[in-house]
């Protein structure tokens, strides 16, 4: 596609509840990076996919929250009992490969919120 | 960890002032890129800086890197309403990484009054 899609664009859930969250990468990018953003806070980071593995999962908060990238190319996030603290935006982003300085191309994000 | 710090964390102006913003970072940066999130929107890449001392503009837009490759700066001459919107600095992530992991400041929050 012509830039890194993501679904749904909002996702309001019940805590306790199961979520999964879709991200389209631009076609032919190989690495994949989810963030989260907090309300007036910058993105930090989560995870990062390396064509099909995660390289690195060091930002990822506790074991509810778990990414998978089966093919290379659509990534999901899932988070298991959702709690509140849980809400936030979700962006996946993604770069042609994964190198530093690699020019990063972010997702509209998923506007989650755990009620 | 490396933390990136930015301030101010908002700044008013009115339509054809200057704004400014700067970004410090507590380690030595092999780079430092820069984000333009429009309110409701996602980051938008806007430069990367990678020499000490680089100077790069893109028309009102100038870009510093400093000559410890610690700290930069996002100048914009004149405002415009269309530069509303909160402005990042990332550098790479902590621990050495190899590849793009990004670290965020907490950007700057423009709002231009017309």
């Known amino acids: 596609g012509a830039g890194v899609s993501q679904t749904p664009s909002n996702k309001v859930t019940e805590k306790g509840k199961y979520v999964e969250l879709r991200c389209d990468p631009i076609?032919?990018?190989?690495?994949l990076y989810w963030y989260r953003q907090s309300l007036g806070q910058g993105p930090e980071f989560l995870i990062y996919f390396q064509g099909t593995g995660a390289a690195d999962d060091s930002g990822l908060p506790n074991d509810r929250f778990f990414a998978v990238r089966p093919e290379g190319s659509v990534s999901t996030l899932k988070i298991q009992r959702t709690e509140r603290g849980d809400s936030a935006v979700y962006l996946c982003?993604?770069?042609?490969?994964?190198?530093?300085?690699?020019?990063?191309?972010f997702g509209q994000g998923t506007r989650l919120t755990v009620v | 960890g490396q933390q990136v710090m930015q301030i101010p964390q908002y700044q008013h102006v009115q339509e054809g002032e200057d704004f400014t913003t700067y970004c410090n970072s507590s380690?030595?940066?092999?780079?430092i890129q820069w984000y333009k999130q429009r309110p409701g929107g996602h980051p938008v890449f806007l430069i990367q800086?990678?020499?000490?001392?680089e100077v790069k503009k893109q028309k009102r837009l100038t870009f510093q890197f400093g000559e410890a490759k610690k700290n930069s700066s996002l100048h914009i001459t004149a405002t415009q309403t269309t530069d509303v919107g909160t402005y990042f600095c990332?550098?790479?992530?902590?621990?050495?990484?190899?590849?793009?992991?990004?670290?965020f400041g907490q950007g700057t929050i423009l709002t231009v009054h017309p």
């Open positions: 076609s032919g990018h190989t690495a």
């Open positions: 990332a550098g790479p992530g902590a621990g050495g990484t190899s590849y793009g992991k990004l670290t």
């Open positions: 982003a993604s770069s042609l490969i994964g190198e530093v300085g690699a020019k990063t191309f």
């Open positions: 380690t030595t940066l092999s780079n």
């Open positions: 800086l990678v020499k000490s001392g």
